[in-house]
């Protein structure tokens, strides 16, 4: 293929990428504050700043956004995953966990309407949807869960069960969309990342955690 060609090629599909982009962005707005029954395809149109013959070309229905939903928020989950699990060999656990809170984090702050949406709108979701929204939110915990157990291998982290702490940890980081009406006015992103890679150290019982945590009175007697 001639470079120009391809070059026109690539451009037009980054052009069209990033109209999708905006499109899923306007939509879950609108979603979140009118619901995803009461918004039409015409006012996800007009936040857009394009006819709704446009949008058509998008998207065939308001359903469709649905699985562009799921197809953004999977896709900027992978990018990060992929680069985390290329260094889970030589990283260490603890560093590594921390690192991976950081990019949730940072990935939930650009699409909170998003996480808003699912939290809100699963009800009116087609059985179909809600496994691939399931899926999504398997992949993202997955991730939590092989840097858990890995921690456990190498005796950093101490936990029963590196599931329901991974679990655990993605609601942590959920939570910066959910509550943000409250956090927003208490911390910034940054203070907020900070303390959720400490509760999150806490909860996987991690040694260096351990190491500067009080002795107990109970563990002083036995010692004794």
Not at 96 to 113: A, M, P, S, V
Not at 159 to 171: Q, R
Request: glycine share 4%.
């Amino acid at each position: 293929m001639e470079p120009k060609k391809l070059y026109r090629q690539v451009k037009k599909r980054s052009a069209k990428d990033e109209r999708l982009k905006q499109i899923t962005s306007a939509a879950a707005s609108l979603f979140f504050r009118n619901g995803y029954l009461q918004t039409s395809t015409r006012q996800i149109a007009e936040a857009c700043g394009i006819s709704k013959g446009n949008l058509y070309h998008y998207i065939k229905s308001k359903d469709d956004l649905l699985d562009l939903f799921i197809e953004t928020t999977t896709g900027a989950f992978d990018e990060s995953n992929k680069e985390v699990l290329s260094e889970i060999s030589f990283m260490s656990p603890t560093l590594l966990l921390k690192k991976t809170i950081r990019e949730t984090l940072l990935i939930i702050d650009g699409i909170q309407d998003t996480v808003l949406f699912w939290y809100q709108e699963s009800k009116n979701m087609s059985r179909e949807q809600l496994v691939k929204l399931f899926k999504q939110e398997i992949h993202v915990v997955n991730l939590f869960k092989i840097i858990i157990e890995e921690g456990c291998k190498k005796g950093e982290f101490s936990t029963g069960d590196p599931m329901v702490a991974a679990y655990n940890i993605l609601m942590l980081c959920d939570a910066w969309a959910i509550k943000r009406w409250y956090f927003k006015k208490r911390c910034t992103l940054e203070d907020y990342i900070t303390q959720c890679q400490e509760i999150a150290l806490v909860g996987v019982n991690a040694r260096s955690i351990r190491q500067h945590a009080p002795e107990s009175p109970a563990s002083r007697e036995k010692r004794v």
